[in-house]
């Protein structure tokens, strides 16, 4: 019954920001670390960013790592996704999962369905 649902996505320019949200059900939000992964149409998918269970570690791939801010609310049973300086190579399709460990992608499966972020050339 877990339930993962991304909202925020839209068009934006370059150089433009968006705040991505990922709202949990269905288990224990505060007991999973968490991440993001996006995928390009045609493309295979890119892990992002991973967060711990109460944010203490965080990480960054090294093509959004200082312009995206990962982030969450357990409170809400939600998880964010700052992005800022946005450019063309971020446009994707970006989802949410379940991680094991903060330091390696989570599963191949188990992914919300997505919110498409579409960046202006």
């Known amino acids: 019954e877990a339930q993962l649902v991304e909202s925020g996505g839209g068009l934006v320019q370059v150089g433009g920001s968006l705040r991505l949200s990922c709202t949990a059900s269905?288990?224990?939000?505060?007991?999973?670390?968490m991440s993001w992964v996006r995928q390009a149409p045609g493309k295979g998918p890119e892990w992002i960013s991973s967060?711990?269970?109460?944010?203490?570690?965080?990480y960054y791939a090294d093509s959004v790592k200082g312009r995206f801010t990962i982030s969450r609310d357990n409170d809400k049973s939600t998880m964010y996704l700052q992005m800022d300086k946005l450019g063309p190579e971020d446009t994707a399709l970006y989802h949410c999962?379940?991680?094991?460990?903060?330091?390696?992608?989570?599963?191949?499966?188990?992914w919300g369905p997505g919110t498409q972020v579409t960046v202006s050339s």
């Open positions: 999962a379940k991680a094991v460990r903060v330091d390696l992608p989570p599963r191949s499966d188990g």
């Open positions: 269905g288990f224990t939000f505060r007991r999973f670390n």
């Open positions: 967060i711990s269970t109460g944010g203490d570690t965080i």
